[in-house]
């Protein structure tokens, strides 16, 4: 195996879990740790050794043994940890689907991995500002999130309502998803 390919331990472990949706990755801790050459760019793109990986089925079996540990990011088998550098969140969202109105309105989105999630108390919406841009993230799973893409973010914009936030003084533009009211901007 010459390099920059992906190491064959880590390759030969991935194989025993990809039929598995998301294996116990929260169980491992092996012993092996190390930092691999794996960067997920802020669009959402990832690259081993600077080049972006063209085959999605191996991007979707790395996403599914992604952990995070405090602020790093991790490729994780039963017998090795690799390091990876996450820019900004490891999951874009593609997709939102609005079912109902109002305080009754259901948001369920879905990732670029085609991990589906709802907005809801478990996979809170956030949104912050970065310079002029605001920029909306969601829970996808164990502490890790994902980025609104434009399209989905201007239908959440259409979606906005002024409200109320328990902890929060004063009104609030956010959006209503499973009975949670969700702040996005101050009014």
Known sequence: ?????????????????????????????????????????????????????????????????LRRDGDDYYLVTPVEKC?????DVPFQVVLMNVVGEDMSTCLQVTTDMGEVVPVDDEHPLRIIQDGEEWIPYV???????????????????????????????????????HENFFPMLPV
């Open 1 to 65: 195996m010459s390099s920059p390919e992906l190491p064959y331990s880590l390759m030969s472990e991935l194989s025993k879990v990809q039929d598995s949706e998301h294996p116990p990755v929260h169980l491992w801790h092996p012993d092996v740790e190390r930092d691999i050459d794996l960067v997920i760019s802020r669009d959402g793109v990832w690259n081993y050794f600077g080049s972006p990986i063209k085959r999605p089925r191996l991007v979707r079996l790395f996403a599914s043994v």
């Open 83 to 87: 390091r990876i550098t996450v820019e």
């Open 139 to 177: 829970v996808i799973r164990d502490g890790m999130e994902g980025r609104l893409n434009r399209n989905v973010y201007y239908q959440l914009a259409d979606l906005m309502v002024s409200g109320k936030h328990l902890t929060l003084d004063g009104e609030w533009l956010g959006v209503w998803s």
